[in-house]
């Protein structure tokens, strides 16, 4: 096996705020191989989107340490893509001008930045919508956007905080598939957070188990089912079977958490 894209050593989190001090996370380690896409699933207030920041050198944890590419992570790298529930557009700039942004910040554009970003808006079926502005666009358009922003930067590690969180179950499930054959087509190593197990399911090859306040790392499930993935595979008894084990994974650890 290759070395690990990423790893997270034993990671924990407090914030102190003035007189409250919130333990949010204990002693999280796990590994993330090339290529592979993990969904985090825990409760609320369990610490992940402490880790995801944590993971992504937006916080630096009060314990322990997370290495990308071999290197102990302290800022933001140019190598790791967000998509947070927020969408962040800038909402005087168009769909075309919000994904820009971020290659703006680092350099003058040209005109093979331009084409490279309708390409990619044209990727998620937004062609006809680059030169809308944020207030112009459905929430799941929104967040198309967003996604584009991110893998237009090539990152080498994309998080996302529960990125279709606040969409209708409709859209969410669209989204789910246009973000699956994205990263399949980029083999794209992805994490991604959310509550729900299903989607975790159907989207990734792994899925951390998250619960407690702090947060503790109660299981990591390895999902054995085919790709490309289907919805109808939810039907199986092999997801009926993974969505059970993650599920009992949960409530065992919130019993465990209520005894002690
Ligand atoms: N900036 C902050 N300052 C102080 N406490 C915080 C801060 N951010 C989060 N917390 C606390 O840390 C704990 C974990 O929060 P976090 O946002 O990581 O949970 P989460 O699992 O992402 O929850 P959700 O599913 O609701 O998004 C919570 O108890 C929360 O109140
Ligand atoms: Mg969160």
Not at 43 to 66: D, E, F, Q, Y
Not at 197 to 205: G, M, P, R, S, W
């Amino acid at each position: 096996m290759t070395d690990p894209l990423l790893q997270a050593h034993n990671v924990s989190h407090t914030y102190s705020r003035r007189n409250r001090v919130t333990p949010a996370l204990a002693g999280v380690s796990f590994s993330l191989q090339e290529h592979e896409f993990v969904c985090v699933v825990g409760n609320s207030g369990s610490g992940k989107s402490t880790l995801l920041r944590i993971l992504g050198g937006l916080l630096t944890p009060t314990g322990g340490h997370v290495q990308f590419a071999g290197n102990t992570v302290r800022a933001p790298q140019p190598q790791i893509g967000f998509v947070f529930q927020n969408t962040n557009l800038m909402p005087w700039r168009t769909a075309l001008e919000n994904v820009l942004l971020p290659l703006e910040l680092q350099k003058s554009l040209d005109k093979h930045d331009r084409e490279r970003a309708s390409t990619a808006l044209a990727l998620v079926g937004l062609e006809a919508f680059a030169d809308a502005y944020p207030s112009q666009l459905s929430g799941g358009m929104a967040q198309r956007v967003t996604l584009t922003r991110a893998l237009l930067q090539s990152p080498a590690l994309l998080l996302l905080d529960e990125p279709f969180g606040a969409l209708d179950a409709l859209t969410r499930e669209r989204l789910n598939h246009e973000l699956l054959r994205l990263c399949r087509d980029r083999k794209q190593t992805a994490l991604m957070i959310t509550h729900s197990i299903q989607e975790a399911v159907f989207l990734a090859d792994r899925v951390l188990v998250l619960s407690g306040q702090p947060g503790r790392l109660q299981g990591a499930i390895s999902v054995d089912l085919p790709r490309p993935r289907t919805l109808e595979m939810l039907t199986w008894p092999r997801a009926g079977a993974l969505i059970s084990e993650i599920r009992d994974c949960l409530a065992t650890s919130a019993e465990e958490a209520m005894r002690e």
